[in-house]
């Protein structure tokens, strides 16, 4: 069988259909006044959320600005490193570069003192363990690794203190 001139054909003249074509892309961001902050602070070793001044609701990483609000957010919040899963998802597919093989779990975590979550890796237990309402505590890279990104965090674990009501998650700011 004869394929169609306008396709590109194997020595066999099978129709290819499909291609895969990597690409990628380094991007340089100006991360702004409170980024730029959050981060000086996560070199440190500290997690330090902004509060907005008119709904009180801390946000980490901080924007600069409350998004329910539209105001400027000025007010520095230091946060412990515990937090509670509001959500979570197992991980099958593996990604490009990351040293962590599947399965693993990505959650939505909010740590205490903030209201809204952010994403992390939760370890330390099987997959199977985690649930929402779980508390886990940031496990810290050796400080001579620390840089200006989350990953100085290597991921959350388990702690042993009861769960959180699903319905003071995020509330107990
Ligand atoms: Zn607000």
Avoid at 58 to 71: D, H, I, L, N, Q
Wanted: hydrophobic content about 35%; overall charge negative; aromatic content about 6%.
């Amino acid at each position: 069988m004869n394929a169609p001139n306008d396709q590109a054909t194997t020595g066999q003249d099978a129709p290819i259909t499909m291609m895969e074509a990597p690409l990628y892309l380094n991007y340089n961001f100006t991360a702004g006044r409170a980024t730029e902050r959050f981060l000086n602070q996560l070199k440190q070793g500290r997690l330090v959320g902004q509060r907005c001044p008119k709904c009180r609701n801390v946000y980490v990483p901080p924007r600069g600005s409350c998004a329910r609000c539209g105001v400027a957010t000025e007010e520095e919040v230091p946060l412990g490193d515990k937090a509670t899963v509001e959500s979570y998802t197992v991980v099958h597919i593996p990604i490009p570069g990351n040293p962590i093989k599947p399965p693993f779990v990505v959650a939505n975590l909010v740590i205490d003192g903030a209201n809204i979550s952010c994403l992390h890796l939760v370890s330390g237990c099987s997959n199977e363990e985690v649930r929402i309402g779980m508390r886990v505590r940031a496990v810290w890279k050796d400080a001579s690794e620390w840089g200006y990104g989350m990953d100085n965090i290597s991921y959350f674990e388990p702690l042993d203190e009861p769960d959180m009501p699903h319905d003071q998650i995020g509330r107990m700011a």
